[in-house]
Every structure is written in C-alpha cells, then in structure tokens.
C-alpha cells in the first residue's frame, strides 16, 4: 500500500449506506479503504468490485476492543465513518441488548482514534434520536432528542460521546442523522426493499398499523454525495446535520406506490401497531443538505423506479 494515500476506516462498511459510500471513496484513487464489518447484517454482495485495488475488507467486531485495536493500529487512518450498529426496526426491538452493546463500539473507535493520526471522525446517527416530533420539520439544534427506545438511545448517547472527546482531546467529528435512506443494496429488512420485493412476488404487503405514518426517503445516491461532499470540502466540522429528503408520505401510500409501479397483484394488509419505535411522524429540516448538494434531490418514485432496473436489488430478492 503506497503510505501517501488518504487512509480511510469504514466500520459496517457492507451495510447499505456504507457500502455506497465506500464505492464513491474508491473512485478516488488517492485513497485506500479499509472496510470491517461483522457480517451480523452486511453482506460481502455488497463490497466493490475486485477490480479496484484501493480497498480491503476485514472481518471484524468493532464491539470487541481486540478486534478493532488490530485494524486500527495495523493502519495509521487519517479518516474514520463510523457506520456499524445493529438496524432495522423489528431487529432492534428484538434485540435490546445488542443495540445496547453498540455503545461498546462507540467507545473503542473514539479511544483509538484519539491521539492518533485520525484527524477527523464521521458518525452515523439516525433520526430516531428525536423521537415522536413536538415540531416539523425537525430541525438538528431546536428539536429535541427524546426517544427512548435503545436503538435511539445508543445514537443520542454516541452524539454525546463525539461531541465530548471534541472537548476532552481535541478529536473532530461530524454526526449524520440518516432519514431513511434506501436503494439497491438495500436489504428486505427494510420498508422500501420489502414492499418492492413483496410487490414483485405478488405477494402480501403488510402494513403495521393503519399506513397513516408518515415517513419521508433519501435516495442513497442523494445520502452518499452529501457525505462525500462533507468529507471532501471539510464541511460542518464539529457539527450535525439532517440527512433526509422532506417530502412527506404515509406508509400506505409508499405501498400503493409499489404495487403500482411494478403491475402487481398484492394486497395490503394491515397488522397491529408495533408496541413502540413505529413514530407516527418524521420529517427533516434538510436545508443544509439542500444547500451542500446544490440540486434537486431524487424523488420516491424516481428511487424506486431505479431500484426496480438495478441489477443488484433484483438478484438479491431473487
């Protein structure tokens, strides 16, 4: 590995946003990559093609102090995004403690990467942090964060650990509270790769609750080139910022969308409401975003759409 490259550390890097952003990170070649990722819910389909030299995957617990102190002192990183967490609502419902052990991962990547040549770290958040909104749009320093289900408690508690090694020692950081981001790589864990999928096979839609929650979806490629663009022109040093598109729309409709889009013969049918993290509404405050990208972000139906011609969703629902 040629030691002037930019090294990068991207921790659940086969995931569905870190593997985006991963690709576009390797389009530059000045920088190398370096992916880990448990594999708990990535998936190595995901990683860049061979053909790109600039990058490596390890496999690796970043919750375990020993797994991620190899990495990260096998390589002297001057970049690291945070990306690993246990996701997807009926998971981390399930699994409580396992969303809580995250902090654990939290902890390992700040401790080894202050004092050392990291000079700026990347996390991702998530808009479960505000919680059931008092305001919309929410916007990143008026809302507040007043969720209490795990998987949001562990994003509110790791903001707060980032902003604190930036007072202790020094270490920069920018947090990326992700709305709903979706696309090809997207696993059927999720709301929009599960009714595309469930639309496909006419199969059931199912809905929990009546569809009337509200939910607003970025494009990856809208999520992925706002991440780059902050990393790339040193943006909101020491800063959070909403990652989402604003465009409102009830579950309900989302799945009338799909079976729409692909002709198909499923119906909807409605489950109870889950008992809690179904937030009834959810819109960002997105004007940083909007002012960092410069363009008109991708709308739902053109997302899905180039889901539906995309390769890779495709083979993956097969």
């Not at 950081?173 to 496909?200: E, H, K």
């Amino acid at each position: 590995m040629d030691s002037k490259k930019t090294k990068i550390l991207v921790t659940g890097g086969a995931g569905n946003v870190g593997s985006a952003l991963i690709e576009k990170l390797i389009s530059d070649t000045n920088n190398y990559v370096v992916i880990v990722d448990d594999l708990s819910t990535g998936y190595l389909s995901k990683l860049p093609s061979p053909e790109h030299h600039n990058w490596k995957f390890i496999k690796a617990d970043v919750n375990n102090s020993n797994d991620i102190s190899s990495v990260m002192l096998s390589y002297n990183f001057d970049y690291v995004f945070h990306f690993a967490a246990v996701v997807g609502v009926t998971r981390t419902q399930e699994n409580p403690i396992a969303v809580l052990n995250d902090i654990e991962g939290i902890k390992n990547i700040l401790n080894f990467s202050k004092n050392s040549t990291v000079k700026h770290v990347y996390f991702s958040s998530s808009s479960e942090v505000y919680g059931e909104p008092v305001e919309l749009p929410q916007n990143e320093h008026r809302t507040p964060l007043n969720s209490r289900v795990p998987y949001a408690v562990v994003k509110n508690v790791g903001e707060c650990f980032f902003r604190s090694y930036w007072q202790s020692f020094r270490l920069p950081y920018t947090i990326f509270r992700f709305f709903n981001t979706y696309g090809p790589n997207q696993s059927t864990d999720f709301v929009v790769a599960r009714f595309l999928a469930a639309a496909l096979h006419n199969r059931d839609i199912t809905i929990y609750g009546d569809g009337s929650q509200t939910r607003t979806f970025t494009y990856v490629d809208d999520t992925v080139n706002v991440c780059y663009k902050i990393f790339k022109n040193n943006l909101l040093v020491n800063d959070v910022i909403n990652i989402g598109n604003d465009e409102l729309m009830t579950i309900k409709n989302l799945a009338e969308l799909a079976i729409s889009l692909t002709k198909s013969t499923s119906k909807i049918v409605y489950l109870p409401p889950l008992k809690e993290g179904d937030m009834t509404r959810r819109q960002p405050d997105n004007h940083k975003m909007r002012e960092i990208l410069n363009k008109k972000l991708v709308s739902i139906e053109e997302g899905m759409s180039r889901m539906l011609k995309d390769e890779r969703f495709l083979k993956s629902i097969k």
